[in-house]
């Protein structure tokens, strides 16, 4: 029982990195961190995380999205913004957080669009597909996440670039980076053998690149 335990371990060890350098390396030259040598794309979807760490202190991956979406907008490399995150309860709300913080950084409101049902980062990106009706987006995220951000949106048939928002370094084995792992193996499962869907679709709505306002729908 030993050996096959150990057996099985390996085995699983060998398939979550091969999965990880597959997700890693199919998608390694679609992300920039030069904003220079980023194409220019109409919409940019930032993805939502809590503005807070678990010990209370401020997020520095949620204001490096922010930062960075402001910084694109800002030189004209999107037009437009989505931001998508969770939305469980009155008390949570990263859509609206995200939107208070990019119009403080001098985004204006009618350039943001809330997606309120990005529970995770399929969700948001297959969204921005089929609810918001894009075929390419820029991605707006810390590196480490855009890698599964993209893998989703090249399966997905989208025209897809990221920008790797600034943050502080993660190390390997810290949670977030073991979740990180664990979560690119869920991800080819949902696309290869789950065929998943989001978990809300709803009714679609364009986003207008011209200087029409977005509906502020609550959510």
Known sequence: MRRW????????????????????????????????LLPDNDVGLVLGTSSYTRSGA?????????HAAAQLYQLGKIKRIIVSGANPDSTYNEP????????KSGVPPQAIYMDFAGFRTF???????VVFGLDRVTIITQRYHAYRAVFVAK????????????SDEIGSF?????????????????????????????TPQKVDTDNNPPPDTDG
């Open 5 to 36: 335990s150990l057996i099985t371990a390996v085995v699983l060890f060998a398939l979550v990195a091969l999965l990880n350098n597959w997700v890693v390396n199919n998608t390694y030259s679609y992300i920039f961190d030069d904003w220079s």
């Open 58 to 66: 401020a997020n520095p991956q949620f204001y490096g999205r922010i």
């Open 96 to 103: 609206r957080a995200m939107r208070r913080e990019l119009v």
């Open 123 to 129: 969700d948001s990106v297959a969204r921005a597909q």
């Open 155 to 166: 399966k997905l048939h989208m025209k897809v670039v990221a920008y790797a928002a600034p």
């Open 174 to 202: 810290t949670r977030t980076m073991v979740r990180e792992v664990l979560a690119r193996v869920r991800v080819v499962l949902d696309i290869y053998v789950l065929h998943t869907e989001p978990k809300f679709l709803g």
